[in-house]
């Protein structure tokens, strides 16, 4: 009987020693290079996955956490930007652009610098539908992306075929810069600001051999509107000067 209790015991021992150490090996917070507490194996990241409990809410606030590195031209810090899933930021931006009121249907393509958004509306306020859905976007993507969106559905097949092709891809960006064109005969929203056009787009954007030219009646206005501000300044300041002498 003193036997059996002994073995018994120490099978104890044995189970609860190893679930502390598959305890110990999985931590809350999951840490990698400079992300300090980032467990981005929770499945209610996304709210998918989970229990029914987990993806009908999400109580806790989000929280993350950067560092550069101390060491000089350390480059590990640059790669958290590879790690942007971008499907699921695609994801995102449908769900989101499909709640607009009159917005039925969203196909949503994510490169490593454009967001590019067909769907079909019912709208007759075009201009604002556009605006609505490239700031729904804008809202979920790093600023630097620049969104191109189109009411016309017939694009949708053009940006799902568009799929298919990565970052990598041979004549990736000239395919895509087609599509890109044909978006921008659509209505594309209102300006982002002054120096940035409905795309977010600037001057700077504009290289012939990567940017569509379009839709580039704004950005060479702003262009002319920097150049007679700049103008209109130094004849100023040469005036002021003559009255001073």
Excluded: W
């Amino acid at each position: 009987m003193k036997k059996l209790l002994i073995i018994a015991g120490l099978c104890t021992l044995t189970a609860l020693s190893g679930c502390s150490k598959d305890t110990g090996n999985n931590d809350v917070y999951e840490e990698s290079g400079n992300t300090i507490n980032v467990n981005n194996k929770r499945h209610e990241l996304y709210n998918e996955g989970g229990s029914r409990g987990i993806r009908n809410t999400s109580t806790s606030y989000g929280y993350v956490r950067h560092q550069k590195s101390p060491l000089m031209n350390d480059k590990i810090a640059n790669d958290h930007y590879t790690a942007l899933d971008r499907e699921q930021l695609a994801n995102i931006i449908s769900k989101y652009s499909a709640d607009i009121p009159n917005v039925h249907d969203v196909a949503t393509l994510v490169t490593d610098q454009e967001v590019l958004i067909a769907y079909s509306t019912d709208s007759k306020k075009r201009n604002l539908t556009a605006d609505q859905v490239k700031k729904t976007a804008f809202s979920v993507v790093p600023r630097y992306y620049h969104v191109y969106v189109s009411d016309n559905s017939k694009l949708m097949r053009d940006v799902e075929n568009l799929a298919s092709l990565d970052s990598t891809s041979r004549n990736a960006r000239h395919t895509v810069n087609g599509v890109i064109k044909q978006m921008l005969k659509s209505p594309q929203g209102a300006r982002l600001n002054a120096s940035e056009d409905e795309n977010g787009r600037t001057p700077d954007d504009f290289d012939i051999n990567k940017t569509p030219k379009v839709n580039n009646k704004n950005i060479n206005k702003a262009k002319n509107t920097n150049q007679n501000s700049n103008s209109s300044n130094n004849n100023t300041n040469t005036n002021t000067n003559m009255s001073n002498k």
